[in-house]
């Protein structure tokens, strides 16, 4: 079982580039980022498992994350799906629940009479649970009927399950919030204010809280100030989307002429290789999946309108590459890990570049090398720009025919730059740092930048874990 999950994962991964990714930590007495997972001690097995992964060297969200998780800082991480950001918060999580224990949660099972699961008594088996909207919800309850160390969940169907009385927080220990401006953009907020600050869960400073998002809005920047006690800052160069790992062409292509060009495309593409397809609409999407299928490709699709098991279905098919091409729009795709993606193509291009980015880097994952190939005709004139700007910046070829539209397109409109939150290849920057910064909570101006020193003391008892996504 254990070689079965282990297996497959992480081949051909480039680090020399990987590497590169610059990472700025700011806040007060930061600890010292790490160089290698053997500089930090996260216990048997967490460091055992890291082996099984094949990961050989922590990436640079890691390197930076897993200390300051440590010594029980909070975070906030600017960072992208595919940096490695998830393990840079499980590993060091995990490795904090082995030391300690179940603490106060034992003893509560314990005081409400319930008996104490074994699971809880074992620290070796470590029970996460699932908790999201459109599957079977009571299938869900009757799995936390059995314990729960770690619950991974999103925030409607969390609400619900607290309404029915089915979870309390009150022995939260760990809050992550991953994805936290995906979670905004899909209106969730209310969801998760109720949760972290309308019920039992214990307050800021007490749990230890991490939130990661791809970019760092205003509206992020308040839901930090809100959750996070003096959290380090850490902003993490962009991975994927702008690194030379991905080759990314722009054709020109009428509408009329989309269906005939992915043909060639699918046609010049290895068998073997996994190609995802995205388009604009739900209807895009069965109408594309189809036509590929009528052209004999064995192909699934993913959109809003298909339940979650038809998702998982479609994606279990995907992977396995049972149906190795994959039409999808872009909110079912979004968060979606599958490493091994060779080919995105934009048949329908988003129009805003932060979801080009978001797409793109569903190929070359963790230093993997992959090819994105948008269609783009007049449709696409808003995203001209920077469109533009990011292909300068990965160095890659630029059409001539781009060149000349985003200067017709800059000239129409003066006023419009560049997006300022890819400033310095960074996805966001701290913005207590700066004299416009608002309320700084605490922090006056740059921070001890990887200092060691913080003490950790706070006392936690042990208890629950969650981590929040919004897919
Ligand atoms: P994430 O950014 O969390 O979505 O992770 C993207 C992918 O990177 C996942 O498939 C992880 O298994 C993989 N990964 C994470 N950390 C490492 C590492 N240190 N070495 C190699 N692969 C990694």
Redesign the pocket.
Known sequence: MCSELFSG??TG?N?EKYDDIPVEATGQNCPRHIES?QDVDMGEIVMGN?AL???????P??KYAIPIVKSKRDLMAC??????????FLLPILSQIYTDGPGEALNAAKASGQPPSPKLINIYSLRPCVVYGGADIGQQIRDLERGCHLLVATPGRLVDMMERGKIGLDHCKYLVLDEADRMLDMGFEPQIRRIVEQDTMPHKGVRQTMMFSATFPKEIQILARDFLEEYIFLAVGR?GSTSENITQKVVWVEESDKRSFLLDLLSATGKDSLTLVFVETKKGADALEDFLYREGYACTSIHGDRSQRDREEALNQFRSGKCPILVATAVAAR?L?I?NVKHVINFDLPSDIEEYVHRIGRTG???NLGLATSFFNDKNGNITKDLLDILVEAKQEVPSWLESLAYEHQHKSSNRGRSKRFSGGFGARDYRQTAAGGNTGGFGGRGGRNQTGHGGTRGFGGGEDLVFSYN
């Open positions: 994962s992480n991964i680090f997972f890291i992964s094949r990961y050989t060297r922590p990436t969200v890691q960072a992208q799906t595919g940096s490695g950001k998830t393990a840079a991975v968060g890990d490493s994952r963790v230093g």
